[in-house]
Each structure stands twice: as C-alpha cells, then as structure tokens.
C-alpha cells in the first residue's frame, strides 16, 4: 500500500510539474522572442561572409556588389548601372572604397597625435541612431545632410515614405520613438556586425547654415526665435560715433558668433546644431566603417548605400541641399563681417573638427576684417 501512494506522489508531482511547465512554455516562448527581437547578437539574421565574396581593398575588404550570404538564401547586387541607376560602377566604388580608407586611417592617425583615444576622454553615444533590421549605425551631426538621413533612417524605421512626405511631426522626435539612445557599451555591442558611419562638414560651413537655418529663419515665438531676441539685446551695441546698428530684428553674424564664442568660453552647452562635432560624436572614441563629407557626399552616399545593400529601402537624395555658387557666395559674405579675433575663437572652438577631418581655414582669414594680431595654426 505504501509503495502505491508513493508512485501516485511521484505521479502527481510529474503532472504538477508538466502543468507548471505548460503555463511557463508560452511566457517563455515571449522571452525568446522579445530576445530575439531586442539582443544584439541577432543570431538568425547575422550576416556570414565569405572572403571569396569580397574585392581587397588595401588590405580592407568590400564586397563586389554586396553579395550577401546566409545559411538558407543567397542575393546578389551588381554594379552596372543597369539594374540599379543609383549604384557606382565597380570602379568607381573600389575608388570610392580607396578614398574612405584613406579617412579612416587619418582619423585614427590625428586621434592618437591629439591624444583624443586615451582614456582621459569620454565615450559620448547619446546621439546615435542604431538600427538593427539593416545592420547601419549613425552619429548625426546636424547641419551635414542629416535632413536627408534623418528621413532615411525613419524609412528604414518602416514610416512609410507618404506618412514621412505629409506628416508636421519633427523628424528626429520620430525617429526616437524608434531608435533609442544606446549606451556605449550598446553602441559597441552593435558595431561587431554593423556599418558606422558619419558625415561632416567644413565647420564654418556648417556655422554658417546653422545661423541661416536656425537664427535668421527661425519660427517665430520658437526656441531659436527667443534665443535671437536675446543675442540682440545682449550683443547689439547703439553708439552715436558708429553707423547705426542693423534694422534686423534677428542677430546679424558677427553677434550670433559672440554669442557662440561667449557660451563656449563659460563652458555652458552648446545648441546642437553648432556643437563640435568631435565632441557630439566623439568620433576617436568609437570605430567608423565609412565617412563621409558634405563636398563629395553625391559618391560618398551612394557608396554607402551599396555597402549597406540599402538599394531597395532609401535613394541618395538630398533634402535642404546647401551647395552651389550662391550657397558659397553667401557664406563668404557672412564671414567677411567678422574680426580677425572673432575667426581666431572659432578656430580655437572648432579646432579638432579641423584637425580630425583635415580641414582648413586659411581661405577665411583673406575675407574677415582685420582686427588684431593673434595668430592661428
């Protein structure tokens, strides 16, 4: 008798725990998929590559029109213009490829000189957009094209490109509600098996445009429009010896520069569409797959797209495209409003800007007015 109420216990106890484990199974099942979904390992969507697959590159490897692998299926991308109008042909893109390493190896190069990849300095990621379907990461620097990226990242977020052509919602709040700001430990997780990649710009250029952008057209009652009245009422000077000051009721460049030089000067933060970009991205901090900038971004995009196999998913446009002749014309104009002291703070702000991305402000020093002799360099 006792050995029979034993296997009925033991019997009970194996239907309790199957009972229990069919509860569990579907809570489980939910983790592993919210896993799935969520781990930067992606294990089912890893990409494999095969070397064979792969054009050298000075020793880097590319893959000739992207093939790509993976256990169960196989697509190949090609270069000529044929198939895809918005692709580079495979000499132009090993061209392409040539020039980026080229960047590379200079980025690292001034980031050991000017000591930026010691420990003394901090890893900043808050501003990066990860996305995990397309293996693609971004520092968005603003000012350098990232209206345009902005836009293809949220196509890549799966708005649809008629909700993102009508929507009044402002991109990047949009894109947040899909890219959350990754931590460093995150951001580097997910370089293993991702492109990163960034553009920049002349730091001049990109002041200029910000000023045009964000002060002189800035919404009235907006942040920026407030932000003016202040610069104006701080920095514009009434004196009965000099001209009369400006009618604008925005602040003319020479006073939004004050102000900039002045915010930097007290350490306060900067508004992100001037920050330096060596500080917004901490570009020595963190490994970059391709750079890009703004003077050659028509084949520097493209290249990246093909890279990316984005082909399918976003075009190399340009949305609040600020080249051309008159876009220069304009710049050397502000610029020629300024003292020779006010050209020597910004070099001193923007200076590893320059220096990181091999830029040069020489040109500027032959338009500004003379004011002083302290040197630059």
């Known amino acids: 008798m006792g050995r029979r109420n034993m296997s009925i216990l033991r019997l009970g106890r194996c239907v309790a725990f199957l009972a229990a484990a069919a509860f569990l199974l579907p809570f489980t099942i939910l983790l592993m998929v919210f896993d799935q979904q969520y781990n930067f390992t992606y294990n089912s969507k890893r990409v494999f590559y095969q070397e064979s697959d792969f054009y050298k590159i000075n020793g880097t490897l590319y893959a000739p029109a992207y093939t790509l692998t993976t256990p169960t299926y196989r697509t190949q991308y090609v270069f000529e213009n044929g198939t895809h109008d918005e692709l580079l042909s495979r000499e132009k893109f090993l061209e392409v490829g040539a020039r980026m390493e080229a960047r590379r190896?200079?980025?690292?190069?001034?980031?050991?000189?000017?000591?930026?990849?010691?420990?003394?300095?901090?890893?900043?990621?808050?501003?990066?957009?990860?996305?995990?379907?397309?293996?693609?990461?971004?520092?968005?620097?603003?000012?350098?094209?990232?209206?345009?990226?902005?836009?293809?990242?949220?196509?890549?977020?799966?708005?649809?490109?008629?909700?993102?052509?009508?929507?009044?919602?402002?991109?990047?709040?949009?894109?947040?509600?899909?890219?959350?700001?990754?931590?460093?430990?995150?951001?580097?997780?997910?370089q293993s098996d991702s492109i990163t990649f960034l553009i920049v710009r002349h730091p001049l250029e990109r002041l200029a445009s910000a000023y045009n952008d964000?002060?002189?057209?800035?919404?009235?009652?907006?942040?920026?429009?407030?932000?003016?009245?202040?610069?104006?009422?701080?920095?514009?000077?009434?004196?009965?010896?000099?001209?009369?000051?400006p009618k604008e009721r925005y602040p003319m460049f020479e006073e939004f520069v004050s102000y900039v030089v002045d915010e930097a000067r007290a350490k306060r933060p900067l508004d992100m569409h001037w920050t330096p970009y060596s500080a917004f991205c901490t570009p020595c901090k963190f490994n970059f797959d391709v750079i890009l900038k703004?003077?050659?971004?028509?084949?520097?995009?493209?290249?990246?797209?093909?890279?990316?196999?984005?082909?399918?998913?976003?075009?190399?446009?340009?949305?609040?495209?600020?080249?051309?002749?008159?876009?220069?014309?304009?710049?050397?104009?502000?610029?020629?409003?300024?003292k020779k002291s006010q050209l020597d703070a910004l070099y001193n702000l923007y200076k590893y800007d320059f220096q990181l991305f091999n830029y040069t402000i020489d040109k500027y020093y032959e338009i500004v007015q003379p004011d002083d002799n302290s040197s630059h360099g």
């Open 294 to 338: 703004f003077e050659t971004l028509d084949e520097d995009q493209r290249f990246l797209i093909q890279m990316a196999r984005l082909q399918e998913v976003v075009k190399p446009e340009w949305r609040n495209s600020g080249k051309g002749s008159q876009t220069l014309h304009i710049i050397n104009h502000l610029y020629s409003r300024l």
């Open 214 to 245: 964000k002060i002189v057209h800035a919404w009235p009652k907006s942040f920026h429009d407030k932000m003016g009245h202040r610069i104006v009422r701080k920095y514009r000077k009434i004196s009965a010896e000099k001209p009369p000051p």
């Open 105 to 190: 190896d200079a980025l690292r190069d001034q980031c050991s000189k000017l000591g930026l990849d010691s420990s003394s300095y901090k890893a900043y990621s808050w501003e990066y957009l990860i996305n995990r379907q397309y293996h693609v990461i971004w520092c968005n620097i603003f000012k350098a094209a990232s209206t345009s990226w902005m836009y293809n990242f949220n196509l890549m977020a799966n708005y649809s490109a008629a909700f993102l052509d009508k929507t009044k919602e402002v991109p990047l709040e949009l894109a947040r509600k899909k890219y959350v700001r990754p931590s460093v430990e995150m951001l580097k997780k997910a």
